[in-house]
């Protein structure tokens, strides 16, 4: 995708804009620009949440929106933090919210789900200071388990929603999110999807934005305190909260017709407007950047100005269905795909597709790259070992999840975060008492941090016989190596005491539990299998930091090296799938000629330059052939 400087919203000045209707402002907001810079999506947003005052920002790392905080943080005045889960992160934004201080809790779209229970109640309580709840979607699955479309969650909640379509849009959106969210009393949810997160484009950089709202802990239970009584008035006011939020959506500078040739006309949001641009440049566009409500009456002019009403938009037929229950005729998903990502080629296409493609920027078909867990992997000799057991790997969400794929092909199940433990729970009780099939789950330290310590608890208090390994890298390395709670270190790097995943296991009740190196192959081998023998619930910490941490990446390893003349081709290094070992095969007649026995298919060979010096492939060979050192 590329983000046209043609795009006549790209720079919009909100300073210019008519006042919101409905309440008073809290603030006063400019969008002067002293600068410009060349910034992502989530880049951008991190600056627009500087701008606009931001207090604290609480967050779980999950892509594509893991870098906002990331980026974030190098914002002194501003309180960052990794929570342990997305409901967690949005139940300290609230806190933040009543205390008067500007909030952001930033999650990807799955997170939400787990985030969904505070956010439904927030709607009801308000705050005092802004709040807003960035949901970044995945169209396509690019690093995920499902596609959903969380603009349902504004509708469900009752709440407005805002979704922008280029990086400038995304800062300069969500600084006015956090002035809709004082005006409405309210959390505004604020979606972005994946090409919106890590497009790039030039971005305006303002000024810190001075507010009224006083931080403070001040106490309003008939608010804040969500008993039944409380709650029945609050939902009145939500009610009403809508209506104003509906007229509001009819005035917005969100929501903007763009003129054109009316015999084509497009209702459009988020990413999906750059494609419609691009795809039909010509044409009258109602762009919504308020996405939830809708502007009736603003919808109902523009379909009638045009002669032929398209609705395009990715994934759900979100603004289509909600704009034929207004008895408007359009097309949208009965041409245009409902999954995946769009882009340019597509839309055209689909609306139109006799007109000849012109410059439509048809994504390139390149040769699949498999992925792969790194060059010395801790987690590579677990898998090896599991997959070479009669066992149920019951796996979870994390880069532990690559292995599901071959050579190792040793995960039987993913669903979502944490379900790996009650999973093996579950299916133990299934099989019930005497079963001789024996359940493994398998989850990681941020992973088993976030929604895994439950499903633990529950095993041993209702008896399981389950084993679980908890794959301790000591980060959450899947989203790019963001601490947790077990590294000892905060988002910006400073020292806290870690938490003890051992002492931990022990405190819930669990009496096995053991802490082994997962390179020493043979050693996972003999724990693993005692520890699976047992008919009651048992704990495997397999303990080794991730090789792509700082410290690691920063020391100059030594590296192993196949001393050739002692391979004899059993392939036993070559199952690791270990990226840096290489099956070398012979020519016809090459292994006489080598001196090797004829039946010799060829040598496995380790790139000394990819190595991490794990170890892993000489903890299996038993024939001398692979050496620690520099090769002689």
Known sequence: MVVRASTSNLHRDFSNEPEFSGVQRTLTMTTKQNST?????????????W?????????????????????LSAYDSVYTEWAPNEKVGLEVAIGASFAGGRALATMKHVGLNVAADPLFTASYTGGRGGLVVLTADDPSMHSSQNEQDNRNYALAAKIPMLEPSDPAEAKEFLKQAFVLSEELDSPVLFRITTRIAHV?????????????????????????????????????????RMRQCRELAEKTPFNVVEDGDRRRGFITSGVSYLYVKEAFPEAAVLKLGMCWPLPERKIRAFASSVEELFVVEELDPFLETQIKAMGIACRGKDLIPAIGELNTAIVRNAIDPQRAPQNLFEPVDLPPRPPNMCAG?????????LSRMKVFVSGDIGCYTLGFLPPLNALDSTVCMGASIPMAHGMVKAAGPGSHDKVVSVIGDSTFVHSGITGLINSVYNGSAATLIILDNRITAMTGQQPNPASGNTIRGEAVQALD???LCRAVGVKHVRVLNPHDVPECRKVIREEVERDEMSVIIAQAPCVLLPELKLRKPVSYYTNID???????????????ISWNPFAEGEAEARGYKKSQKGYSRIDEVLCNDCGQCASLCKFNAITRGEPK
Do not use: D
């Open 501 to 503: 995943l051992e002492a």
């Open 200 to 240: 790039k484009g030039v971005v305006g950089q303002g000024q810190v934005a001075e507010t009224t709202v006083e931080r403070g802990i001040e106490k309003h239970p008939e608010k804040f305190v969500m008993l039944p009584a409380m709650a029945r008035t609050r939902r009145v006011q939500v009610e009403e």
């Open 37 to 49: 810079a060349w910034m992502s999506g989530n880049e951008a947003i991190a600056r627009g949440a």
């Open 566 to 580: 002692n391979c004899v081709g059993c392939t036993s290094c070559i199952r690791l799938g270990c990226p840096a």
């Open 377 to 385: 992997c801790p987690h590579r000799g677990i898998f090896f070992t």
């Open 51 to 71: 701008e606009a005052g931001v207090a604290v920002a609480s967050g779980y790392p999950g892509t594509p929106s893991t870098e906002i905080m990331e980026y």
